[in-house]
Structures are given as structure tokens and as C-alpha cells.
């Protein structure tokens, strides 16, 4: 079984959407839990970064962590073209190990 | 701001011939440092990650090596490169232990 597991897509949605991408893992030592957003033939960025349990909002955008069901999500609200990248979860111990999803390639339609 | 760098940008290289890729992170110091792999629909592969100068660990026994001859400076390197270490590098560094990882740009490498 995969550390972290993530649902490759292509997800294809209409500009103004909500979208909903998720992932689920299997250590229950992750703490540190992680979005990023990769356009095409560019380095991951980092959108969000979350602690343990709970929710973040920055802007458009939502983390959600649920550590008692191993899953995490992440909402984009008024999605738009630019919007349209791969995204990747990671998830880390305290330690120097980071563990990424296979990422989801997310296209939003004008 | 902290920022990385990458390069070269991309690279052509024949089977057989010898690897450098270079790393460097602006604005923090005693990072921690990463080299990453990504193939497509496969994710990152974490190659080496080290947490000072002159130390270096390796995850996965393979062609290539790291070096860590500065703080904040990361070296990649092959002797030589076969057909199977094509692919993105990535490197990533971590400010002091506080578990957020920045990615530089990226090499895409090709090996003819």
C-alpha cells in the first residue's frame, strides 16, 4: 500500500466551479500536510500548508485535514482557466521525509 | 524572501557522458536540501536530502550522487548518465525544520 494515494484525474470542470480534490494516506504520524499546484514543465509551487487537524482558507482556496478518517482535501472556490494545473498533496512526519500523491490534473473551461 | 534556483533549465545529454546540476537557495540559512526525481504519473522520487554542509543521505541506491559543498549550495551528479535517469529534477529546499518544502524550477534532463 502507497504512503499517500491520490486520484490522478484529468478532472475537467467549467470556469466558476467548486472543485474538490483529495487525498488519503496510511501513517498516522503525518502531521505536517501540504498543497501544491504544478503547471506544465514548471516546479511545484506551494499553496497551503496545514498542521495536524482542521481547516485553513487562504482566498479561493480551502485545506481541510481529517486525521481520524487519514483524508485530506482540497476546495477551490470560483474556479478559473488559471486554475488549471496539477496538483499534488505531501504529508510529513516530523522527520526529513516528505511524502507526495501522484498529483491530479485539474483543466477548468472558460 | 528566500528564493532557488535551478540550472541548467534543460539539458541533452548521450548515455555514457558525465551529470552536474547545480542548486542554490537565496535568503535563509542552514536549509534543509533535496533532490527529487518526477516522472510522469509517478510522482516525486526523493534521490538524496541533506541538513548541513558535507552531509548527504541517499534514499534509493542508484547512478547518481549529491554533493553539499556550501549551505546553501546542492550539486547532482553522475559519472555517467544511462537512458533511465531521464526525467525532471527537482530540487527543494526547507527552511530550519519547519516542514514547508519550496521547489526551485526544475532540469529536465534527456538522455540520448
Known amino acids: 500500500q502507497k504512503e499517500v494515494e491520490q486520484d490522478p484525474g484529468p478532472l475537467s470542470v467549467p470556469e466558476g466551479a467548486i472543485v474538490s480534490l483529495n487525498c488519503t494516506y496510511s501513517?498516522?504520524?503525518?502531521?505536517?500536510f501540504m498543497w501544491y499546484r504544478q503547471y506544465s514543465r514548471k516546479g511545484p509551487e506551494l499553496l497551503m500548508y496545514?498542521?495536524?487537524?482542521g481547516n485553513k482558507e487562504d482566498g479561493r482556496f480551502t485545506a481541510q485535514v481529517d486525521k481520524s478518517s487519514k483524508y485530506i482535501s482540497l476546495f477551490i472556490r470560483d474556479s478559473q482557466p488559471s486554475d488549471s494545473a496539477t496538483y499534488l498533496c505531501?504529508?510529513?512526519?516530523?522527520?526529513?521525509?516528505?511524502?507526495f500523491g501522484t498529483g491530479t490534473s485539474l483543466t477548468v473551461i472558460p | 524572501s528566500q528564493t532557488i534556483h535551478q540550472w541548467p533549465a534543460t539539458l541533452v545529454q548521450p548515455v555514457g557522458s558525465p551529470l552536474s546540476l547545480e542548486c542554490t537557495v537565496e535568503?535563509?540559512?542552514?536549509?534543509?536540501l533535496y533532490w527529487y526525481r518526477q516522472a510522469a504519473g509517478r510522482g516525486l522520487q526523493l534521490l538524496f536530502y541533506?541538513?548541513?554542509?558535507?552531509?548527504i543521505s541517499s534514499e534509493v541506491p542508484q547512478n547518481l550522487s549529491a554533493s553539499r559543498p556550501q549551505d546553501r549550495q546542492f550539486i547532482l551528479s553522475s559519472k555517467k548518465l544511462l537512458l533511465s535517469d531521464s526525467g525532471f529534477y527537482l530540487c527543494?529546499?526547507?527552511?530550519?525544520?519547519?516542514?514547508?518544502?519550496?521547489f526551485g524550477p526544475g532540469t529536465r534532463l534527456t538522455v540520448t
Open positions: 505531501a504529508m510529513s512526519t516530523a522527520g526529513n521525509q516528505f511524502y
Open positions: 501513517n498516522s504520524a503525518f502531521q505536517y
Open positions: 496545514t498542521y495536524s487537524s
Open positions: 535568503g535563509t540559512s542552514n536549509p534543509n
Open positions: 541533506s541538513v548541513g554542509i558535507g552531509q
Open positions: 527543494a529546499f526547507e527552511r530550519d525544520n519547519d516542514y514547508e518544502q519550496y
